[in-house]
T-cell receptor, first 110, second 112 residues
Framework: KQEVTQIPAALSVPEGENLVLNCSFT??????LQWFRQDPGKGLTSLLL?????REQTSGRLNASLDKSSGRSTLYIAASQPGDSATYLC?????????FGSGTQLTVLP | NAGVTQTPKFQVLKTGQSMTLQCAQD?????MSWYRQDPGMGLRLIHY???????DQGEVPNGYNVSRSTTEDFPLRLLSAAPSQTSVYFC???????????FGPGTRLTVT
């Protein structure tokens, strides 16, 4: 059974800092790895999707990488802003189902 | 496109009551899923469907029932609500051949 872990559970950084969020998974035979953002009391917004044949994806200030051999994915956020404050979730799986980590709650201080 | 919509946004039930959480999508996606989110436990899959008339169980299916009569709709039924079903429920959809999941805004359910 796939298990997905995100450490740390919470992270606080000053505005402007570059930061990395970590995600690890136990089964390397994954179809994809997806990163989501969740604001308090809201649904999930898809940020980046990395398919199993890819190593990274970029969107604006966000870059996600995937290393299946080590069972790890990272989400890099450049020049963080207070508006980036949210919970970031990673999930691996297929079109039928995703296995989620518990998330990292990010606070960017002005 | 409205994307994935869910109703109601909030609901309070008494133990033993039944209700249906509604989910609809207008993207013609074949796959639809229901997840629940509990503090510190991430999201867990309840049931999913790969097309109209086809459903299957996820990780935590007990106490829930689903059916899918149309591509657009995927309701989740609580047969006899229990306090352990207090949670936030999310519906998601994706098209066949894609892995990117789209989520609805969620239904916050409290069972007293």
């Amino acid at each position: 059974k796939q298990e997905v872990t995100q450490i740390p559970a919470a992270l606080s950084v000053p505005e402007g800092e570059n930061l990395v969020l970590n995600c690890s998974f136990t089964d390397s035979a994954i179809y994809n790895l997806q990163w989501f953002r969740q604001d308090p009391g809201k649904g999930l917004t898809s940020l980046l999707l990395i398919q199993s044949s890819q190593r990274e994806q970029t969107s604006g200030r966000l870059n996600a990488s995937l290393d299946k051999s080590s069972g790890r994915s990272t989400l890099y956020i450049a020049a963080s802003q207070p508006g980036d404050s949210a919970t970031y979730l990673c999930a691996s799986g297929s079109a039928r189902q995703l296995t989620f980590g518990s998330g990292t709650q990010l606070t960017v201080l002005p | 496109n409205a994307g994935v919509t869910q109703t109601p946004k909030f609901q309070v039930l008494k133990t033993g009551q039944s209700m249906t959480l509604q989910c609809a999508q207008d993207m013609n996606h074949e796959y639809m899923s229901w997840y629940r989110q509990d503090p510190g436990m991430g999201l867990r899959l309840i049931h999913y469907s790969v097309g109209a008339g086809i459903t299957d169980q996820g990780e935590v299916p007990n106490g829930y029932n689903v059916s899918r009569s149309t591509t657009e709709d995927f309701p989740l039924r609580l047969l006899s609500a229990a306090p352990s079903q207090t949670s936030v429920y999310f519906c998601a959809s994706t098209r066949d051949g894609s892995y990117e999941q789209y989520f609805g805004p969620g239904t916050r359910l409290t069972v007293t």
